[in-house]
Structures are given as structure tokens and as C-alpha cells.
């Protein structure tokens, strides 16, 4: 990270779906009075129209160029939260935009929470398959070597928002703080 002096960096979340980025998210920006932005937002805002329709209409590599563009915005930023969507780790541009001002923290549940918590969900496009749980086993296991290059592992199966959050919150002013010294 490369930080101007006197600029607080951003927490940045990643991690496969329904692992909690939004949530924990919102709750770190009140705790640390941090601004909150979520790249999924931020596409959606600046193209006007909803990710599963850009999917629907443009196919997935579309996307992944907005999202690419979405992530060079969010990244000038400082002070922020910034949660990202769960493919955002495909392409190394985006990590080395988020890693530049920010701390990366990937958040992991086991696949069983996440297809609790998003398997039956209908908004998003990867997992509208007959097999959402076979669909989440494989990309996880895809997604692994991608998601490792955080800067920080943080597992929530099990644990409550708020312990999350305070790990987090503790880490980072860790990290913040030594690079202060
Ligand atoms: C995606 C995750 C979604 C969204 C899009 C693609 C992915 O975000 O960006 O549907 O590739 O994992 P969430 O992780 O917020 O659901």
C-alpha cells in the first residue's frame, strides 16, 4: 500500500457471495466512520441499469469490464469502505487498484452458509442453475488461489457480525498504526 501522509486508507471486502460483505461492510463504515461504497452499486448507478440485466444483455465479460471500471473509481478513494463483488479477485488489475489505498480482507464461509444464504436467491446471475450448490462448489474451488491474495483471511461461519467486525476493525488499526511509526 501507498499511502499520502494524513489519508486514512480503505478497508477493502472481497469474498465469494453471501459471505457477509455488505453487511459487515455497512456496519464497519458506521463503527469507523469510514464512507461505504459497493462496486455492485456503483455499476449499476453509473450504467442505470441492474448487474443481472448487463449480464441478461451484455454477457458476463461486459461486466467484468465495468466492474474493472468501478474498482479504478472506488480506488482513488481514501477513508472508504469498499465492498466489492465476489469475482472482483478475477482480474490482478483490480487487486493492484484496491491493494494501492487500501487493506484487502476476504471474508469466507463454508459452502453450506453460502448456499444457505444465497442459493435460493433470484438477482444473481452466476448462480441461476438447476445445481446451485455443485455451481458454488466449483467456483470456490476456482476462485481459491484468487481470493488467498488478500491481505487478510477472515472467517465468518459461526461468528457473529459484531466479533467480525471488531477483528477487522483491530486488524486494521494494526496495520494503519504501523505504518504511521
Ligand atoms: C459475482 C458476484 C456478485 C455480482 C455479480 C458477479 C461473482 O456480487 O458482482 O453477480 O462473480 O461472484 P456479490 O458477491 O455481492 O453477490
Known amino acids: 500500500m501507498n499511502r499520502p501522509l494524513g489519508k486514512k486508507p480503505n478497508i477493502v471486502l472481497v469474498g465469494f457471495m453471501g459471505t457477509g460483505k455488505t453487511s459487515i461492510g455497512r456496519r464497519l463504515a458506521t463503527q469507523l466512520r469510514m464512507r461505504y461504497v459497493d462496486t455492485d452499486d456503483v455499476i449499476e448507478q453509473d450504467n442505470r441499469r441492474r448487474i443481472s440485466d448487463i449480464f441478461a444483455e451484455d454477457g458476463e465479460a461486459t461486466f467484468r469490464q465495468l466492474e474493472s471500471k468501478a474498482v479504478r473509481k472506488v480506488s482513488k478513494r ?27 480482507f476476504c471474508l469466507t464461509a463454508t459452502t453450506e452458509e453460502i448456499y444457505r444464504r444465497v442459493g435460493h436467491q433470484t438477482h444473481r446471475p452466476l448462480l441461476q442453475t438447476p445445481d446451485a450448490m455443485a455451481k458454488i462448489q466449483t467456483m470456490l474451488v476456482e476462485r481459491h488461489p484468487y481470493y488467498a491474495q488478500a491481505d487478510y483471511t477472515v472467517k465468518t461461519t459461526g461468528c457473529s457480525f459484531g466479533d467480525i467486525v471488531a477483528h477487522i476493525r483491530s486488524v486494521f488499526y494494526r496495520v494503519v498504526n504501523r505504518q504511521s511509526e
Open 78 to 104: 481514501h477513508n472508504h469502505v469498499i465492498a466489492t463483488g465476489g469475482g472482483v479477485v478475477l482480474k490482478a488489475a483490480n487487486m493492484e487498484n484496491l491493494k494501492r489505498n487500501g487493506v484487502v
